[in-house]
């Protein structure tokens, strides 16, 4: 009974202990009117031992849900104006939210402004794109295969200027931030 936008904490069958403990929450990149839940999970050189953990079992192996929530879901009202800015992986909620919004057959005004280190760490870009969004990337090289509907704008991190030229409207909208916790400070600042 998860909406769009939350995460789910899982626990693993082995249960080995690492520095941070037996858990971790991850965004939820599916709806809920699908039959199987889909994470978001980026695995970093070299990973943790949980990741090893989750990494290393077979296809159909079980996990624990111990935990779902959060409150970064959707408005209610859906003729408010949003703002994603997703750094990275940050873009997982935001997934989420279109996809369910795309199964539901609800049209919002949406733009996400999405920056990368690299064109390579572009996640989900084909759920995006089917889900009619206008994205904004933002990185400090082009992406070869950028939909046509797409804009990119040159940048190594994402500036009130940017922000500006991506979405001049911004007044007008709802921003949801979403990447790791510099990424969100600074842009928070930014759109303060």
């Not at 290393?56 to 970064?72: C, E, K």
């Not at 057959?105 to 989900?124: G, M, T």
């Not at 990119?152 to 911004?170: F, V």
């Not at 709802?174 to 600042?189: D, E, I, L, M, N």
């Amino acid at each position: 009974n998860y909406e769009p936008g939350q995460f789910v904490e899982i626990g693993l069958p082995s249960g080995k202990s690492d520095s941070r403990g037996v858990r971790r929450s991850f965004s939820v990149t599916s709806h809920p009117g699908q039959k199987d839940i889909s994470l978001g999970i980026k695995f970093y050189e070299p990973s943790s031992s949980f990741k090893k953990q989750l990494r290393a079992l077979p296809i159909g192996s079980q996990i624990q849900i111990v935990n779902y929530g959060g409150d970064f879901v959707l408005p209610k009202n859906n003729k408010m104006p949003l703002l994603y800015v997703a750094g990275g992986i940050g873009v997982t909620p935001f997934v989420s939210h279109v996809t369910a919004l795309k199964a539901a057959k609800e049209a919002r005004d949406i733009v996400l402004v999405y920056a990368v280190n690299s064109p390579s760490e572009l996640a989900y870009a084909k759920r995006l794109e089917d889900a009619g969004i206008k994205v904004v990337i933002v990185s400090p090289d082009k992406p070869i295969d950028l939909p046509k509907s797409w804009r990119y704008l040159k940048g190594s991190r994402l500036t009130k200027e940017l922000l500006e030229t991506a979405a001049g409207d911004i007044p007008t909208r709802v921003a949801y931030v979403s990447g790791p916790t510099p990424f969100v400070q600074s842009v928070k600042k930014s759109l303060r």
